[in-house]
């Protein structure tokens, strides 16, 4: 029986799941996979936030960036720019292996969650990884007048866009991946990670299930906060709140998950929002929610699975 | 209008045709490449004999190994192997640019010649090279009760297997690629590289158009022997051919080939083979057929295309 759920986006996820996995066992944790921002390039399937999560579970992500595999070399993806290849995605020689196992068992047959879960197995990882869903979504971001492909947006125009909206392609018509909806159903704690809520959360909140389970359990459902003292220690998520008409607070994600969640982690830089956030409704915990060393991820998990 | 046809192997071929570039025009040259060897390998299209041939006409081969890209890291394969995966035939990190960007292009619907064109093309190599077929032509090995994917024996088995039979799996029902009948009807000269008899040339000479095509051409063709002195300088040439019931020099070569040339070129070391030739109907031009320098590939380029 899964005892914990965690919606789960990149890099912020990944560094508060590591601490979550020394607490709970392997067995009573589903972590929930963003798959908005899966791109195909070169032929090949590329789900970069199941591979943040993959990897830093793992121990091999580059810590630096936290993404892709540490002491990893370019080459292949600069012999495709020498080739003429546009080449602003950057894949690493040993992050290459995994798009390409997955490519192949996906065109085998297999669905993104067996592939997911083989390369779990691959990678050492004990704890239960899925997409959120074995079908297409893919989140888009609407310009001035022009669709951008979310990567395209993220990596290539470095965030540089202004947002007007945000389109979750196939997620309104998508079907939970396997186990989602009953992990969501029995789980003791649902707890969405400190990611980005709109581009990160956003695409499994939209796809109606998912968004349905949840809200039934919201009184179990905890949310930390990826915004501290107004904004984000990595990627647009405080442009992107204010874009789409939020405050870049912990008042704005607050009020971006309020269908969803009890309650919400903030930093102490955030505590005097506390009161606000009470008068709101929220059940409010102040914690260290910036996660530099191990230590720092377990005391969050702790404080998000309510053992401290 | 194509003057010059040549057959090709692997690594002999394209040291060969190195030297042949130089002397001919691009314009007036067609090398049709045995894809007997291809494979698919995580997914991927593999054709080393082509990739051997573009690789060297652009400069990049790994001269120590004669495949693959010089400087070459193999953090791709490696990863693999890391991850449980097999990984006897070894693929470098920028060598893989080009298998990800074949296959892509044969699963977006092109053709193996039309894929093949567009990497010369990226590779810079002005050489027109196509593989003999569009279709999957594969060669196995029959060894003592079993069959052997060709790059198994080649690669992984290092050549061990005895060899009772090699087999081109569809040869026999393919189609040449486009071009390949017309360039070998109208050529002024057909030249068979040094390349392996059976293993290499054996594939193209089992599809029953191009095996006539030449025949009828017969005159025009010359082969170079790929066997000095009773030995090859790489591969197993020697080996195969005395499994198959031909002696392993020149004289075996010569009757491997007896349908489909007028000529044979012979190395020095060999000359005392020529009159026997000559008694067995070959027109014998003695060359020194070792190429170590670029200049040992122009001059037999040059005997070869009946120039020097």
Request: hydrophobic share 45%.
């Amino acid at each position: 029986v899964t005892v914990t759920v965690a919606l789960a986006g990149g890099v912020g996820a990944a560094k508060f799941l590591r601490g979550l996995c020394k607490i709970v066992s392997s067995h009573d944790l589903l972590i929930i996979g963003n798959t908005g921002d899966d791109l195909e390039l070169y032929g090949l399937h590329i789900s970069p936030d199941l591979d943040i999560v993959m990897y830093t579970l793992a121990g091999v992500v580059d810590e630096t960036k936290g993404w892709g595999i540490k002491d990893d070399t370019f080459h292949f993806i600069d012999s495709l720019r020498n080739l003429g290849f546009e080449t602003w995605f950057r894949i690493g020689d040993r992050d290459l292996a995994t798009h390409i196992i997955r490519t192949k068992l996906l065109s085998e047959g297999a669905t993104l969650a067996e592939a997911t879960a083989k390369l779990c197995k691959r990678f050492g990882v004990e704890a239960k990884l899925t997409p959120m869903t074995n079908e297409k979504v893919r989140t888009k971001i609407l310009s001035d007048n022009i669709i951008i492909d979310f990567q395209e947006y993220f990596v290539k125009n470095k965030t540089e866009n202004e947002v007007k909206d945000v389109i979750f392609q196939g997620a309104e018509n998508a079907e939970p991946a396997p186990g989602v909806i009953e992990a969501l159903t029995q789980a003791e704690r649902i707890i969405i990670c400190p990611s980005n809520p709109i581009l990160s959360i956003g695409p499994m909140l939209t796809i109606p299930k998912i968004r349905e389970a949840i809200i039934k359990r919201k009184a179990e459902t905890v949310a930390i906060s990826p915004i501290i003292a107004g904004k984000t220690l990595k990627g647009p998520a405080d442009k992107v709140l204010r874009s789409m008409g939020y405050e870049a607070s912990v008042i704005g994600v607050a009020r971006y998950y309020r269908e969803f969640i009890n309650r919400i982690i903030i930093d102490r830089a955030d505590s005097a929002q506390k009161p606000e956030l009470e008068k709101l409704g929220f059940e409010v915990t102040i914690a260290d929610t910036v996660m530099k060393r191990i230590e720092d991820s377990v005391n969050l998990a702790k404080v998000a699975a309510g053992s401290s």
